[in-house]
Structures are given as C-alpha cells and as structure tokens.
C-alpha cells in the first residue's frame, strides 16, 4: 500500500534535519564530548524512546540522531546504542519528548476522505473523523484512496505500524467491489492466482462473485498494498469499479462499526496484531 506523502512515520511538524554547520561545529563537538554516560545495564535504547514518543520510527530515530537532532540532559547525543534512564529529560529539536501509551483506534472509513494527515487543497481527511480518538497523537496505517470506504487502523505504536505494512507480512486484506457490470466467470477465472499489473505480479488470494448479490457484486482477498491495486485489477480485465469497501484488514472487521464511526481495538485484538506473523 502505498505510504502516505505526509506520513507521520517522518519527523514531527514536517521538519527535516539540516547539517551542522562549520560554525557550530567546535561548540557541537563539546556538547559531544560531555554527552552523559548511560547505564548499559538497565534503560531503554534512545531510538526506541523516541519511537515510542510517536515522533518517527526507530529506524529514522537512528538518522536523528546520528544528524544531532537529539538532547538528554542538556548534552547532544550522537551514540546509537544509548540508553536512557527513567530520570533523563530528552530533547528532539529542543522539544520534550515521552514515551505515550499505545493507541489503537479502527475507522469505518465513508467516502470523501483522503487519508493525509492533513490537505494543502482544503479536502476532507480521515484525521477529522477520528479527532477526539485519542489525546496522543495517532496515525493511519497504509492508506485507502477518497473513494473506497471501509476499515482503516490508526496509531501511534510505530513498530506495528510498520509491520502491518511489509510485505514480507502478508497482512490480509478483503474487498467488497460493486462492478460497472456482471463479470464473465472466464475473466473471473483470469484473476485467479498471479496477475501481472502494470509490469508488476499481483497475487489475488482468493476471488468470488459475493453470494446471493448480482455477478457485479465480487468479493477479493489480497495482500498487496499497491496504490489502487483492486481497482487497477479488475480495470485489467475491462471491468470499472464503482464502489470499493474493506471489510476486513489483518482480521478485524466491520462487525458493529456504523460507517463513519470509530471504536478502541480490544487488548485481544492488539496482541493478536502483535503475535501475527
């Protein structure tokens, strides 16, 4: 799935880290120099801290601080494996950072929306409806485009994140597709197994017309997160898609969740997340 170009998965308020300049340089290395010492003993290793503060993931953690984007104590921090201890005050870009509790929300997302954290053109976003979710600071997983409905996660647990997003995960997803007519059961056949899109192999999981509905109404599992990757199947085979719904993403589904509303997962439904492979 395609990732959002304003994902949160980046640094806070957008911000990118710049060079240090020859000028501060002689004042930087001081600050290096009487970094304080970390007990290796206990603690948690600053890129996780910051991970868990919900600014970015533990991977571009490691870039920040690395380009001396981070403070403990008042002393810049460059060492990667630093671990920080419960009375430390840690600073990224100057502002005070906590771990906060994990969040997990999951939306029934109605048409209309686009999932950004927010719109330069001043188009509705998926971040509207879930503004009183959480006082921390949540996020989308993945993405669906403006007009597909249906269930989108969001939080601000970045490990997760990132897993529900891998491929090498292979996170179920299951599409309700409303077609522009009925579809041939030879074409239907087509789309069994491998599909070649755009240069690029899709594997369709499992596809069948959606029971007692017209042959328009078809049902589609995959695991691909490619940007508009059903639609462009079903375009593959002369088909339109006119209504487009997830109904289910890494086993939730939509059971009691009006569209447009969101709920809490449960603490099963996260350590089921968790534990997936």
């Known amino acids: 799935m395609k990732s959002d ?4 998965r980046g640094r806070q308020e957008g911000k990118k880290s710049k060079p ?16 304080p010492k970390s007990d290796e003993s206990s603690g948690i290793r600053l890129n996780k801290y910051i991970a868990n503060s919900g600014v970015c993931s533990r991977r571009e953690a490691d870039t920040y601080i690395e380009h001396g984007s981070v403070e403990v104590n008042g002393k810049l921090v460059t060492e990667m494996g ?14 005070s950072i906590t771990p906060e509790q994990k969040r997990y929300i999951l939306l029934n ?13 001043g188009r509705k976003t998926v971040m509207e409806l879930v503004a009183n979710a959480s006082k921390e600071r949540i996020y ?41 007519k009925k579809l041939d059961l030879r074409d239907l056949e087509k ?15 499992a596809i069948s017309y959606v029971d007692g509905q ?22 593959h085979v002369g088909y339109k898609v006119n209504k487009l719904d997830r109904v289910v993403f890494a086993e939730l589904t939509k059971k009691n969740l009006p569209r447009g509303r969101w709920r809490e997962l449960t603490n099963l439904e996260v350590t089921n997340l968790h534990i997936m492979k």
Do not use: C, W
């Open 5 to 8: 170009r304003n994902s949160s």
């Open 20 to 35: 240090l300049s020859r000028k501060s340089f002689k004042k930087t290395f001081s600050k290096i120099k009487e970094a």
């Open 82 to 95: 630093y671990k920080v201890q419960p009375d430390d005050v840690v600073r990224f870009d100057g502002t």
């Open 109 to 121: 997302k109605p048409k209309n929306y686009i999932t950004t954290m927010d719109d330069d053109r």
């Open 140 to 180: 989308p997983v993945g993405r669906l485009d403006r007009n597909t409905t249906g269930l989108l996660l969001f939080t601000n647990d970045g490990d997760l994140a990132k897993k529900l997003t891998h491929p090498k995960h292979n996170v179920r997803k299951l599409y309700h597709a409303s077609l522009d």
């Open 191 to 205: 789309l069994r197994g491998d599909v070649i899109i755009e240069g690029r192999k899709v594997f369709i999981d």
């Open 214 to 235: 017209p042959k328009s109404e078809i049902g589609i599992e995959i695991h691909s997160g490619r940007n508009r990757i059903v639609r462009k199947i079903f375009e």
